[in-house]
C-alpha cells in the first residue's frame, strides 16, 4: 500500500478524509508509539503487540499518517468522561498510583520520537495529524437539547479556540518540535474547525462530530 493511517480511535474517525491505496490500523487508546504503552490491564500487551506489527507495515508504505487523541496522554483530568491513561516506557519511574505530568510527557515525547526515528530510517514520509477540538458533551445530544429548547435560529456548538489551544500546548509543541527533527508534516484540523475566536462542532445545525471528541 501507499498510505499506512496509523493510530488510536480518532484514526479511525479521521480516516475517510484521506484517499489513495491504503491500510489503516486503529487501536482505541493506543498512540502510535514505539515502546511505549499504557498502564492498563486491558490495553498494555494490546498496544505493544499493536505498534510492533504495524511498524512492520510502515516500513513498506511511502507515507504514513499518525493520528491520536494527543493531548488526552498527557492529562491528569481529560474533558470527557473517559479516565486518563498513563503511559509509560522503559525509561519511566516506577509507578506511584498518580500521574506524573512530567514524566508523561517524557515518555510521550520519547514514544513519538522512537515512531519517528523509525520512519525517517525507512524512508517513509510522515505526515502528523494534530488533535481535533473536543467539546466535553457529546455534539449530536448538545444540538438535540438546543433543538428542544427553541425553534429560533440553528443550533451552535463550539468552544473557545483559546481554550482548545491551551489543551493542547504541551502535546503540540512537543509533535511541532518532533516534527522539525525528523521532517514530518503537521496537518492542524483546527484550521478547518475553528476561525480566530471558536471552534465549532456543528455546521448549519448538522454535528460534525458523532460524540464529544470524534469527527463523523
Known amino acids: 500500500p501507499a498510505l499506512l493511517i496509523w493510530g488510536d480511535s480518532h484514526a479511525y474517525a ?6 489513495g491505496d491504503g491500510v489503516l490500523v486503529s487501536q482505541s487508546r493506543c498512540p502510535p508509539f514505539l515502546d511505549t504503552w499504557p498502564v492498563s490491564k486491558s490495553k498494555t500487551d494490546v498496544c505493544q ?12 508504505v511511502g507515507t ?4 491520536a487523541r494527543w493531548p488526552y496522554y ?26 506524573h505530568k512530567v514524566g508523561d510527557a517524557e515518555a510521550f515525547a520519547r514514544g513519538l520520537e522512537r515512531t519517528l526515528a523509525f520512519l525517517s530510517k525507512e524512508k ?11 467539546f466535553g458533551q457529546g455534539v449530536p445530544e448538545q444540538i438535540f437539547r438546543q433543538s428542544l429548547a427553541t425553534t429560533e435560529g440553528l443550533p451552535e456548538v ?15 509543541d512537543i509533535l511541532r518540535r518532533l516534527a522539525a527533527r525528523y ?9 478547518a474547525l475553528c476561525d480566530a475566536q471558536r471552534c465549532r462542532g456543528a455546521d448549519e445545525g448538522r454535528p460534525l462530530y458523532f460524540d464529544d471528541d470524534h469527527l463523523n
Open 74 to 99: 498527557l492529562e491528569e483530568h481529560p474533558v470527557s468522561k473517559n479516565g486518563p491513561v498513563r503511559l509509560v516506557d522503559a525509561e519511566s519511574p516506577p509507578l506511584t498510583g498518580r500521574m
Open 183 to 191: 521532517g514530518a508534516q503537521i496537518l492542524d484540523p483546527a484550521d
Open 49 to 60: 503487540t499493536v505498534n510492533a506489527e504495524t511498524a512492520k507495515l510502515a516500513a513498506r
Open 64 to 67: 504514513a499518517v499518525l493520528i
Open 124 to 134: 517513509v514520509r510522515v505526515i502528523i495529524v494534530a488533535a481535533v477540538p473536543e
Open 14 to 19: 479521521l480516516a475517510p478524509g484521506f484517499s
Open 158 to 172: 463550539f468552544i473557545e479556540r483559546a481554550a482548545h489551544e491551551q489543551r493542547n500546548a504541551v502535546a503540540h
